[in-house]
T-cell receptor, first 115, second 116 residues
Framework: NAGVMQNPRHLVRRRGQEARLRCSPM?????VYWYRQLPEEGLKFMVY????????ESGMPKERFSAEFPKEGPSILRIQQVVRGDSAAYFC?????????????FGPGTRLTVL | AQKITQTQPGMFVQEKEAVTLDCTYD???????LFWYKQPSSGEMIFLIY??????QNATEGRYSLNFQKARKSANLVISASQLGDSAMYFC?????????????FGQGTTLQVKP
């Protein structure tokens, strides 16, 4: 049973470009979460999605960031017009969504560097 | 608001000895879950152990156990018989059982170094 897949593992962008981060959840998991980790810090929640629905985006910056989890295909975190402050590790996690404990299993992360 | 506090930025332990990593939490929810994750230098996040707020017994998973003291709002991780491969960053996290989102709130982490 494959784990959570994220790609790319490393992404370099220049200021003003777009970054697209992809996440394929574990088989059988219908809940996806995105977190951001700045250097030397813990993970911060960004957004929680189920198939075709955003459930909680309270941690998502209001501008330039968006997320989707289509009926078919991976979840996408999109950052438009990146700035240096967007440089971070972005982790995706998935869970089965079947009550407690709804343990989240993490992907390897995408390390975004903005030049 | 929910909050997780890990007061030990760094810890050292001798190989084969036990070590306790501290975690305190704050929540007004009666139902919640507590998690520990390990992040080695390679960067991935590895789930270690879970404790539910209504669980009567402390959780155990192999060499990992969770010392859950509900009245003190603490959920310390105990690693027995430390191994060199245990050197990593360890994060305590909490989720609310009574909201419609299972988002995790993470602490700042504790770096553990196991000495040979």
């Amino acid at each position: 049973n494959a784990g959570v897949m994220q790609n790319p593992r490393h992404l370099v962008r220049r200021r003003g470009q777009e970054a697209r981060l992809r996440c394929s959840p574990m088989k059988g998991h219908s809940h996806v979460y995105w977190y951001r980790q700045l250097p030397e810090e813990g993970l911060k929640f960004m957004v929680y999605l189920q198939k075709e629905n955003i459930i909680d985006e309270s941690g998502m910056p209001k501008e330039r960031f968006s997320a989707e989890f289509p009926k078919e295909g991976p979840s996408i975190l999109r950052i438009q017009q990146v700035v240096r402050g967007d440089s971070a590790a972005y982790f995706c996690a998935s869970s089965p969504g079947q009550g407690l404990p709804d343990t989240q299993y993490f992907g390897p992360g995408t390390r975004l560097t903005v030049l | 608001a929910q909050k997780i506090t890990q007061t030990q930025p760094g810890m050292f332990v001798q190989e084969k000895e036990a070590v306790t990593l501290d975690c305190t939490y704050d929540t007004s929810d009666p139902s919640y879950g507590l998690f520990w994750y390990k992040q080695p230098s390679s960067g991935e996040m590895i789930f270690l152990i879970y404790q539910g707020s209504y669980d009567q017994q402390n959780a155990t998973e192999g060499r990992y156990s969770l010392n859950f003291q509900k009245a003190r709002k603490s959920a310390n991780l105990v690693i027995s018989a430390s191994q060199l491969g245990d050197s990593a960053m360890y994060f305590c996290a909490m989720s609310s059982g009574s909201s419609n989102t299972g988002k995790l709130i993470f602490g700042q982490g504790t770096t553990l170094q196991v000495k040979p």
